[in-house]
C-alpha cells in the first residue's frame, strides 16, 4: 500500500515520543514530563490548535489577496487547558474533547475598521475550525484491520 496522502505515526516500546512524516516532513509529538513525556515535541492536542492556527491565518492571507486588502500580516493565539495524557486516562470508558479553545486575532496593516471586522469574521470561516465544530468520523481504511 502507497503511504501517498498518508500521515502516519510511530511510537516505540515506552515513554509517549513519536515520530510523526506528512507529505515527507518528518517532526515529533511527546507529552511534558510532569505526565510521562520527554517534552521533545509539542502535544497532540497542540498540533489540534497548531491545525487550527495555520489554516485561520491562511484563510485570512486568501480572502485578504483576493481582495486586495492590505494585510500585512496576521497572527492567532490559541490556547485549550486539555491535557492529551489525561484524557487518555478514561478515553477507554467515558467521551473526551477538547471542550473550548481560546483565541486572540492580531492582524497588521493599514486596515480600515470594515476590513478589520470582516476578517474577524472570515477567521470563523476557516474549513479546520468548521471541522472541528461538526465533528469528524475516524473509520478504518478498507481493507485495513
Known sequence: ???????????????????INASGTSFVA??????????????PYDYILAALGSCTVMTLRIYADRKKWPLEGASV?????????????SCAEDD???????R??????????EQRTRLSQIADRCPVKQTLERGIKVVAAAGVP
Do not use: N, Y
Open 96 to 102: 473526551v474533547d477538547i471542550g473550548r479553545v481560546e
Open 1 to 19: 500500500m502507497s503511504d501517498t496522502g498518508w500521515v502516519t505515526a510511530t511510537i516505540g516500546a515506552t515513554g509517549f515520543r513519536t515520530e
Open 30 to 43: 511527546d507529552e511534558p514530563v510532569e505526565v510521562g513525556g520527554t517534552a521533545t515535541g509539542p502535544t
Open 104 to 113: 486572540q486575532l492580531t492582524l497588521e496593516g493599514p486596515l480600515t475598521d
Open 77 to 89: 493565539k490559541l490556547r485549550s487547558t486539555r491535557s492529551h495524557e489525561k484524557d487518555c486516562e
